[in-house]
C-alpha cells in the first residue's frame, strides 16, 4: 500500500478514534493533546521510490510504536492487519498510560502495550521488529545516541523524526555572558546542543537538538544507513528555543545491526 493511501486510513482512522475519545471522556485525566496520525501525511513527503510502500518493510514481524502517548499509531496499524507493540513509560506518559489502556479494553485491541523507562535503559523486549516508528522522542533523551544503537540491534527499519537546529539562538535572541555569546551556524557541524532546563517551552525534559550534520552521523555511527531524509518548519534560521524556529527532521532508517 502506498504511502499516500496510508496517510489517508489514517486521517479517517482519526475521526473514529477521536469519536471514541469523546465518548470516553474519562473524568479524572485527559487525552495526549497532539494528534500522532497526522505523522503519516508528511512521511507521504518522506517517502521516495519503493520506501513508498512503508509497511510491506516490516514484513511478518510486528511494529513498535515507541512513545506511543495514547496508542494512536499502534491502534490504527492494528487496524491494518499489523501485529503492534506499543512502548512508553508511565511515569512520563502524559496520563500515566491509563488513555492506552482503556481505548485497548475499549476497542477490544490485541497490541501489546509495553513499559519501558527509554532514558534510563532503552531495552525493548521481545522479538525483533520489522519497523519501528520512533517519532519526536529523541530530544528527550538524556542519551539519544545509546537509545539509536539499541533500537538498531532490535529494529530492521525505523522512521525516526526529532527537532533540529541550524542556529544556536534565534536572530534576534540575546546572548548570556557565559554562553551562546555570539549567533553560530551550526547545520553543517556534527553536532548536537544541549539546552537549559527553561530553553525550550520551559519543559526540562528536552535535552539534546542535534544539527542537521550531527544527526546524519549520529544515526551513521550508531548503526543505521539513511534511506530517505528531509525537515519541515523553519528550514532556514532554526534554533533550539522558540517556536518560530522549530524545525524537525524526518527520515527513514535501515539498520546494519539487526
Not at 507493540?85 to 506518559?93: E, K, S
Request: glycine share 8%.
Amino acid at each position: 500500500m502506498d504511502i499516500a493511501d496510508i496517510a489517508r486510513k489514517a486521517s479517517a482512522y482519526r475521526v473514529e478514534l477521536d469519536a471514541v475519545k469523546q465518548r470516553l471522556a474519562p473524568a479524572d485525566y485527559g487525552w495526549y493533546p497532539y494528534g500522532t496520525l497526522s505523522n503519516f501525511h508528511l512521511l507521504d513527503q518522506l517517502l521516495q521510490g519503493p520506501n513508498r510502500a512503508l509497511l510491506d518493510l516490516a514484513g511478518d514481524a510486528p511494529i513498535a510504536d515507541i512513545g506511543a502517548a495514547d496508542g494512536d499509531t499502534a491502534f490504527f496499524l492494528e487496524s491494518l492487519g499489523h501485529r503492534a507493540h506499543a512502548v512508553d513509560y508511565p511515569p512520563t506518559n502524559y496520563n500515566s498510560c491509563r488513555g492506552i489502556r482503556l481505548l485497548k479494553e475499549t476497542l477490544g485491541s490485541s497490541i501489546e502495550i509495553r513499559e519501558v523507562d527509554l532514558d534510563r535503559h532503552f531495552e525493548l523486549p521481545g522479538e525483533r521488529y520489522g519497523l519501528a516508528f520512533f517519532l519526536g522522542i529523541l530530544y528527550h533523551l538524556k542519551n539519544p545516541f545509546g537509545a539509536l544503537e539499541s533500537l538498531a540491534g532490535v529494529a530492521r527499519h525505523a522512521v525516526v523524526s526529532t527537532r533540529v537546529v541550524r542556529y544556536n539562538l534565534a536572530p534576534k535572541a540575546r546572548g548570556s555572558n557565559t554562553v551562546n555569546r555570539e549567533r553560530v551556524e551550526l547545520r553543517t557541524v556534527p553536532a548536537a546542543y544541549l539546552v537549559a532546563a527553561d530553553e525550550t517551552n520551559n519543559d526540562a525534559t528536552n535535552y539534546w537538538m542535534f544539527s542537521e550534520a550531527g544527526l546524519r552521523r549520529t544515526l551513521h555511527r550508531a548503526g543505521w544507513d539513511v534511506l530517505d531524509f528531509t525537515t519541515f518548519g523553519n528550514a532556514s534560521t532554526s534554533d533550539p528555543a522558540t517556536g518560530e524556529g522549530d524545525e524537525r527532521a524526518f527520515c527513514l532508517l535501515r539498520s546494519r545491526l539487526c
